[in-house]
């Protein structure tokens, strides 16, 4: 029997560990916000991974955004070395998991089994996918006891809310440097037959318009912020949504509206702030002074990002010389530049062939329509050979009754095995 076959057979053969592990970590609400439960996950994730004989790290994210002693940014990196020089495979997740939100019919933490499909808020994005990992580095080790190189895990903090309390810290700590890990494979739930490449951008911003309060009987002795953000908005719709409508990307994007560039209204407050449910007063009458929306944009490889500011500031500017009273204020949030890995990248061609050697058909290449920890590997670390690549229907992830496949589980636990075998045995 070839190595390959017994790989795939140490990998069957851990069906119900694997559905465990998963239920295990389904089980740790890591809910972030507020960012709960990480140290609990760490040290699960800890144990575990000392007892397949790696050497583990607890790094907190001290001083990052939402760090505090209540909800404390912590990671796990694992390392086992081989024994030999060679490269080394980082596998890293995040285990953190959304906000569980309405229309639930399963426990959301109880990570119930049910047909083949483990339920649970983070099933999918991405637990799933972590347990996957570890099942192919387990049955891997088990199988090859020497090799040439590195393994390593980590399980990392608040990539739902944007990775500075972990991949980031990590890479700026070094843990990303390219002369310690070659491979990145971040098992997000992409659909197991593809790699996936990279993402857009992003660029968050919030717009306040101004006005001046007033009686609300006398409006035209205030000036109504709210009035004025509405100009914004139609400007929007006029101009912005159809000039972004008609760019095209040549990233693989999946789904395919996410191949233009796209902009969501976020939130919009103006006027009162509004009362608790068991206020029962009326509203007083008011003129409002300010309105506020927060903006999402994201953005093609093909975008620059100052063009991106500049478009949006460039509406604005035109409302303040045409529009009476008009003035505004724009606060930049947040950026993240697209990210791309070249499709020759030897990462993506060892996934890619042990994609079609387990499942019998090519793999499809694809870009995320959202960011994940990518950016921070890519232009913190400098470490550009990073894929996402792992179990779980996409389209599920932040849903209600979340589930991941077993069956997917195993085959994409076979493809992050065989890629294993391809980087440590050669
Ligand atoms: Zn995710």
Redesign the pocket.
């Known amino acids: 029997m070839t190595k390959n076959t017994n790989l795939a057979r140490a990998i069957t053969d851990r069906r119900d560990d694997l559905i465990a592990l998963t239920q295990d970590l389904i089980r740790i609400p890591t809910l972030n916000p507020p960012g709960r439960d990480y140290r609990a996950i760490c040290e699960y994730l800890d144990r575990r991974l000392r007892g397949s004989g790696f050497e583990t790290e607890l790094i907190r994210a001290r001083g990052t955004p939402g760090d505090s002693d209540k909800y404390p940014r912590w990671n796990i990196v694992a390392r086992r070395e081989g024994g030999q020089p060679g490269d080394c495979v980082h596998f890293n997740s995040?285990t953190d998991v959304v906000e569980v939100g309405h229309g639930w019919t399963k426990d959301p933490f109880g990570g119930e089994l049910i047909d083949g499909k483990i339920y649970g808020r983070g099933a999918c994005?991405?637990k799933g996918g972590l347990a996957a990992s570890i099942i192919a580095a387990e049955a891997f080790l088990a199988t090859h006891p020497t090799f040439s190189g590195a393994i390593e895990i980590s399980g990392t903090a608040d990539?739902?809310s944007g990775g500075y309390g972990g991949v980031a810290y990590l890479a700026e700590k070094g843990y990303f440097d390219p002369a310690r890990v070659q491979h990145v494979i971040i098992p997000?739930?992409l659909n197991k037959d593809r790699v996936c490449l990279g993402h857009r951008g992003g660029w968050w911003a919030e717009i306040e318009t101004f006005g001046e309060i007033a009686h609300g009987s006398m409006p035209f002795l205030g000036d109504c912020a709210v009035r004025h953000m509405g100009a914004v908005l139609t400007e929007f719709e006029d101009k912005l949504y159809p000039a972004m409508a008609a760019r095209h990307t040549d990233m693989p994007v999946v789904p395919e509206g996410a191949r233009s560039s796209t902009m969501n209204i976020n939130s919009i407050h103006g006027g009162q702030p509004e009362q608790d449910d068991d206020y029962t007063g009326l509203p007083a009458h008011c003129v409002p002074d300010s309105c506020r929306i927060v903006i999402d944009r994201r953005f093609l490889a093909e975008e620059n990002i100052d063009d991106v500011r500049g478009e949006v500031k460039a509406l604005l500017e035109g409302l303040k010389a045409s529009r009476d009273r008009f003035d505004y204020d724009l606060r930049e949030m947040n950026v993240v530049l697209p990210s791309m890995t070249d499709r020759d990248a030897p990462v993506v061609q060892v996934i890619a062939a042990e994609i079609e050697k387990t499942l019998g058909k090519p793999a499809e290449f694809v870009a995320s329509p959202g960011t994940?920890d990518q950016k921070h590997i890519d232009r913190i670390g400098k470490l550009k050979n990073c894929i996402a690549y792992g179990p779980g229907i996409l389209e599920l992830?932040h849903k209600p009754d979340e589930y991941i496949g077993v069956d997917d589980m195993i085959d994409s636990a076979k493809v992050m095995a065989g890629a294993l075998s391809t980087i440590l045995m050669s």
């Open positions: 995040h994005d991405m990539e739902e997000e739930p994940y992830a």
